[in-house]
């Protein structure tokens, strides 16, 4: 292959995978498009084999972590975990919309904090549908709350997003440094998204909801479950405490969690195992690998270079840029190749502590603005198709214009 011809094939590869992701064109799995872009570029000579094979074992901590919160949801929902949690917040609604809306809020800010924004949309997200169906309510302003809260409140702690591992990879900050950091930001993320999406369908939780769903113990597998998350979350919380892996820990939490609920019911694990969103795994590894490439470019160190020289004159400012255009290229190639591009870039210059943060906060929280700007916010859209509701990109975006800019502000200026 000719020298002058790797860009070319580089910049169409990042094509072919962006184009997967955003449109999944005849409905091929977004997955299947990241390992033919992936794949372009050792069979071309363009990345040699062995810097594949590097870019893509970068990403084991990630893969542990990601299959360790996959079983983990998908056991919780099998044992009725969600659809319980769901129930509850209808029940103590006592047939008010608002503190319905209220309590939906609240539980998926609690489920995405412990166990990641993509059980929010994967499991909460059905749950929540069938409660506003019992309750026969329009379920929309509820499923809304579900996803912009499964990226405004991905950045409380590091195992709230996949995302978080991916920004930071070994320098991951340990939790009280990271509590010190994003405490605040966080907070003024998660009010301002509420506080907006409350305004914005005022109308619709204003109508009395018709029944409530009568009361449903939860079964002995949905308590151990709860057991189970309960159990990661301290571990998890520990691990980053002492700067462990976090990957490891959750891989490890979630495996005794599945063992204990198929021990206890005598039963199989392969149903769960069968249900977990595999594909997620080789389409993280492609990403790394078109990042690999995309360095290769030297647009990554220049970018790097140019904020290393803004942030040594101004952090403020290098904060402000590093949130905003990490936020807007996220809506524009989804946030996990961003969030991989951000990586690198903190890799390649001496960055100050709050330029990494914003840069973090930019690709946790910036996805809020498009449907396909988070795999988060894609798993809902899917989660909804299934239930037979649609939203498409520019009702979304009409919400999201409004959600995404003051939560943004708010948490860059608390930063």
């Known amino acids: 292959m000719l020298p002058s011809l790797a860009p070319v094939i580089i910049w169409a590869a990042v094509a072919i995978a962006t184009a997967g992701l955003l449109l999944r064109p005849f409905r091929i799995p977004e997955f299947v498009w990241a390992l033919i872009a992936a794949a372009l570029l050792p069979l071309t000579g363009t990345v040699s084999v062995p810097a594949t094979v590097r870019a893509v074992a970068e990403g084991g901590d990630v893969y542990l972590f990601l299959v360790g919160m996959m079983v983990l949801a998908e056991l919780a929902r099998r044992e009725g975990l969600f659809d319980w949690l769901a129930l509850f917040a209808i029940r103590h609604a006592r047939g008010s919309g608002r503190r319905l809306f209220d309590l939906v809020f609240l539980v998926g800010t609690m489920v995405t904090v412990f166990l990641s924004n993509d059980a929010t949309a994967v499991v909460l997200t059905p749950a929540v549908y069938a409660a506003c169906k019992a309750a026969r309510t329009n379920p929309l302003p509820y499923l809304f709350a579900c996803a912009f809260i499964a990226n405004a409140a991905s950045f409380v702690l590091p195992i709230s997003n996949p995302a978080n591992l991916v920004v930071f990879g070994e320098h991951m900050p340990p939790l009280p440094q990271w509590l010190a950091q994003f405490t605040l930001p966080s907070l003024a993320a998660i009010g301002a998204t509420y506080l907006v999406l409350r305004w914005v369908h005022r109308r619709e939780i204003a109508q009395p909801l018709i029944t409530t769903p009568a009361h449903r113990p939860l079964s002995d597998g949905g308590r151990f479950s709860a057991f189970g998350v309960l159990f990661t979350g301290a571990v998890l919380l520990a691990t980053s405490a002492l700067g462990g892996p976090l990957g490891l820990m959750t891989f490890c939490a979630g495996a005794l969690s599945l063992a204990a609920v198929c021990l206890r019911r005598r039963c199989s694990p392969l ?75 903190g890799q390649m210059a001496e960055l100050p502590a709050q330029t990494r943060a914003a840069l973090l906060i930019g690709v946790d929280l910036g996805p809020n603005l498009s449907v396909t700007g988070s795999l988060a916010t894609m798993l809902w859209l899917v989660a909804l198709r299934r239930e037979g509701e649609h939203v498409s990109a520019l009702d979304f975006l009409r919400v999201g214009a409004l959600v995404m800019p003051p939560a943004l502000i708010g948490a860059l200026l608390l930063l």
Not at 287 to 292: D, K, M, P, S
Not at 295 to 305: D, L, M, N, P, R
Not at 319 to 344: C, D, E, K, R
């Open 271 to 345: 149903p769960v195992l069968r249900n977990v969103s595999w594909g997620v795994l080789p389409l993280v590894a492609g990403l790394f690998v078109l990042v690999e490439a995309v360095a290769q470019t030297g647009i990554i160190q220049s970018a790097a270079s140019a904020l290393e020289a803004i942030a040594h004159g101004s952090p403020h400012q290098a904060g402000w840029i590093a949130g905003t255009t990490a936020a807007a290229l996220s809506n524009l190639a989804n946030n996990l190749p961003v969030g991989l591009a951000s990586g690198s870039l």
